[in-house]
T-cell receptor, first 113, second 111 residues
Framework: NAGVTQTPKFRVLKTGQSMTLLCAQD?????MYWYRQDPGMGLRLIHY???????AKGEVPDGYNVSRLKKQNFLLGLESAAPSQTSVYFC????????????FGPGTRLLVL | GQSLEQPSEVTAVEGAIVQINCTYQ??????LSWYQQHDGGAPTFLSY????GLEETGRFSSFLSRSDSYGYLLLQELQMKDSASYFC????????????FGGGTRVLVKP
């Protein structure tokens, strides 16, 4: 049982390049989330999904797109990377229901030059 | 909107007790969670309060007062491994049952 995994662990991009971050969970969780965390700050929600085939915008969605084609996977895309998107990206998942714990992946460190 | 305020940093010695306060302004709020994050690591769940009062989990306790829009995390018998950042997070009763995180409190435990 791997929990929540993220690919890649680290990536360097040039401004304008695109990339996709992959999140996978093997806990059969319905809800999945993408956050970004800037140095010394809390986590901010980018996009989330309440089930396969559904996605919704979070607090800071601009410049990102997501897809949830399979229940276990949640993809985060950057179409044209900008230096302001340099951050650590965390994926999380949880069961449905109030108060359920979110389980986080190990994070992807992204540097945009 | 939603916002949660917590102190930026706390320093204490091994064996001491530390209280991290969290005040919030949220609409649709229904519970307060606490997460721990070591440097370079992922956030991990510590505690959750759905009702007013104290929840105890080993050396860690969490408290919530809805009437005061206030909660705290109490770390007892501090150990060096407790040096980490601690985040309060408000649960929002809306689609996706999202969490809104505070800015985090960095706890430094000294020998």
């Amino acid at each position: 049982n791997a929990g929540v995994t993220q690919t890649p662990k680290f990536r360097v991009l040039k401004t304008g390049q695109s990339m996709t971050l992959l999140c996978a969970q093997d806990m059969n969780h319905e809800y999945m989330y993408w956050y970004r965390q800037d140095p010394g700050m809390g986590l901010r929600l980018i996009h989330y999904s309440v089930g396969e085939g559904t996605t919704a915008k979070g607090e800071v969605p601009d410049g990102y797109n997501v897809s949830r084609l399979k229940k276990q996977n949640f993809l985060l895309g950057l179409e044209s990377a900008a230096p302001s998107q340099t951050s650590v990206y965390f994926c999380a998942s949880r069961l449905t229901g109030l108060g359920e714990t979110q389980y986080f992946g190990p994070g992807t460190r992204l540097l945009v030059l | 909107g939603q916002s949660l305020e917590q102190p930026s940093e706390v320093t204490a010695v091994e064996g001491a007790i530390v209280q991290i306060n969290c005040t919030y302004q949220t609409s649709g709020f229904y519970g307060l969670s606490w997460y721990q994050q070591h440097d370079g690591g992922a956030p991990t769940f510590l505690s959750y309060n759905a009702l007013d009062g104290l929840e105890e989990t080993g050396r860690f306790s969490s408290f919530l007062s809805r009437s005061d829009s206030y909660g705290y995390l109490l770390l007892q018998e501090l150990q060096m491994k407790d040096s980490a950042s601690y985040f309060c997070a408000g649960s929002i009763k809306a689609a996706g049952n999202k969490l809104t995180f505070g800015g985090g409190t960095r706890v430094l435990v000294k020998p």
